[in-house]
């Protein structure tokens, strides 16, 4: 009975195992299969689609009028897209949230108990009018009463404002005439006592104050002070300054001796190894397209297509150039496809990361960054 028991889930861990390693071996040995297709003639025209089949994923992005358009497809349904198409399960829930929510109608919940609401509203606003209607009435009544009791306020009143007016005026007239007296009299009762100073003799010059008129001497000291504080700052950020270019100086000297170094001459040779290897699993293995254009002047004409010859090495019969001298035109049209294996961007990983060439430039490189 227990050797039954042990044996059954042996064999269901063995099977999920297996299902696993199926599933790891579909990703890393299924490629990622491309196309695309452009062209410019009078406008550019293209599309570029990407299928991968463990996943069911299919992406196609098309250049329509100028303006790009894309639908990403996951186990058939569409998941992202900025056409009318309409989305799936799956899309809704990674990208729009948990879907809509039914519209609740609130009206019904705060409805009042003597009818719908446009009808509570529409007695309610009868209310208002009434009271307000009453309260208009109220307050003309008040306002013709008051009026009337203003006017014959305003009649009562006329002599006395006359009179203030004319108290006013007497006192002006006497500040005017005895305005200095009236003031020396009011110094001498608060206890103030003018100080005057002698008058200069003749041919004598005037006394030179020290402060002159108008300023402050502690107004002065804090001119000062400031002046102070500012060339203090300017020579501390000038420190600073010169601190930063010393240290920068020092990084680059140490990096110049590192660059010089063998280990980094090799790490080096080996970066440029492992990009040659990338663009080779990344770059289509099938290609053709045709390149026609054509300069204003003949010359400029035949040195582009100088330079594209020096690259024939590059694109080789994969590309026609067709050069036009006797008129300005620019036409270009491509097609192509790759595949992409995901086991062979996993092991050039796993060669970068263990390198020792590059852990150790890297870590020097740290170093020198972080002294």
């Not at 025209?45 to 100028?66: I, Q, S, Y």
């Not at 009018?129 to 009562?156: I, N, P, V, W």
């Not at 110049?256 to 663009?279: H, I, P, S, W």
């Amino acid at each position: 009975m227990i050797l039954g028991i042990v044996k059954g889930i042996g064999i269901a861990l063995l099977v999920v195992l297996g299902v696993l390693l199926l599933l790891v071996a579909v990703v890393l040995f299924v490629p990622v299969c491309y196309r695309f297709e452009g062209s410019y003639l009078d406008k550019a025209d293209g599309t570029f689609e990407v299928r991968w089949v463990p996943v069911l994923m299919k992406a196609v992005v098309k250049l329509v009028d100028n303006r790009p358009q894309y639908v990403v497809k996951l186990f058939g349904g569409v998941v992202m897209t900025n056409t009318d198409q309409k989305l799936s399960w799956i899309g809704r829930k990674l990208f729009s949230g948990a879907g809509e929510e039914p519209e609740e109608d609130w009206e019904e919940e705060f409805e009042p108990s003597g009818g719908t609401v446009d009808e509570a509203q529409s007695t309610a606003g009868q209310g208002d009018g009434e009271e307000k209607t009453t309260h208009e009435r109220q307050q003309e009544e008040a306002g013709g009463e008051s009026g009337d009791h203003l006017e014959t306020e305003s009649g009562r009143d006329g002599p006395r404002e006359a009179e203030v007016d004319e108290s006013e005026e007497i006192l002006r007239e006497l500040l005017e005439e005895n305005g200095e007296e009236i003031r020396q009299e009011a110094d001498q009762s608060a206890g103030v006592i003018p100080v005057l100073e002698p008058a200069p003799k003749e041919g004598q010059a005037e006394p030179e104050n020290s402060v002159e008129a108008g300023q402050d001497p502690a107004q002065d000291g804090s001119a000062e002070e400031k002046a102070s504080e500012e060339t203090s700052g300017f020579r501390a950020k000038l420190g600073k300054l010169t601190d930063k270019a010393k240290q920068l100086k020092k990084k680059k000297d140490s990096f110049e001796k590192l660059m010089g170094t063998r280990q980094f001459r090799k790490a080096k040779k080996d970066v440029l190894v492992y990009v040659r290897r990338l663009l080779k699993i990344i770059l289509p293995y099938r290609f053709r397209g045709r390149l026609r254009f054509g300069a204003e002047d003949p010359s400029v004409t035949g040195q582009v297509f100088g330079i594209l010859a020096m690259l024939y090495p590059v694109y080789g019969d994969r590309i026609t150039v067709i050069p036009e001298f006797t008129e300005k035109c620019l036409e270009a049209e491509g097609k192509g496809k790759g595949r992409i294996f995901v086991i062979s961007i996993v092991i050039l990983a796993i060669r970068i990361i263990c390198n020792k060439n590059l852990i150790k430039t890297a870590k020097k490189a740290k170093n020198i960054m972080e002294a």
